[in-house]
């Protein structure tokens, strides 16, 4: 559940990003200080990058390789993600009484 809630704050966070050639991870420009920029390449992340590197870390496929089944199931997390997460804000306006915006 940690890789789907990884991706879905990079799914609200497009612009560009350096990916570890290694690991496949993307860390921002801060992360990154005094460290060997060899090691990364820089790739402009919008949601079908985002959807596409979680693809390949879930199924081992690229998200135009994977079948209807594995891209609904795909979806599925993030949309219960995304869904656990506004009920849990949801919660906290009511404990707290104040409006919560989420983007």
Same mark, same amino acid.
């Given at each position: 559940?940690?890789?789907?809630?990884?991706?879905?704050?990079?799914?609200?966070?497009?612009?560009?990003?350096?990916?570890d050639?290694? +690991?496949?991870?993307?860390? +921002?420009?801060?992360? &990154?200080? /005094?460290?060997?920029?060899?090691?990364?390449?820089?790739?402009k992340?919008?949601?079908?990058?985002?959807?596409?590197?979680?693809?390949?870390? $879930?199924? /081992?496929?690229? $998200?135009?390789?994977?079948?209807?089944?594995?891209?609904?199931?795909?979806?599925?997390?993030?949309?219960?993600?995304?869904?656990? $997460?506004?009920?849990? &804000?949801?919660?906290?306006?009511?404990?707290? /009484?104040?409006?919560?915006? &989420?983007?």
């Amino acid at each position: 559940m940690n890789l789907i809630k990884n991706y879905s704050e990079q799914l609200e966070t497009e612009g560009t990003f350096l990916k570890d050639k290694k +690991s496949g991870e993307l860390k +921002s420009l801060n992360d &990154v200080v /005094g460290e060997d920029l060899n090691k990364y390449e820089v790739i402009k992340v919008d949601k079908s990058v985002v959807l596409n590197d979680a693809a390949q870390k $879930l199924f /081992g496929k690229d $998200l135009e390789k994977i079948n209807g089944k594995d891209y609904y199931n795909l979806l599925k997390m993030f949309l219960a993600f995304r869904s656990s $997460l506004k009920q849990k &804000v949801y919660q906290q306006e009511k404990k707290i /009484g104040v409006k919560i915006e &989420v983007r």
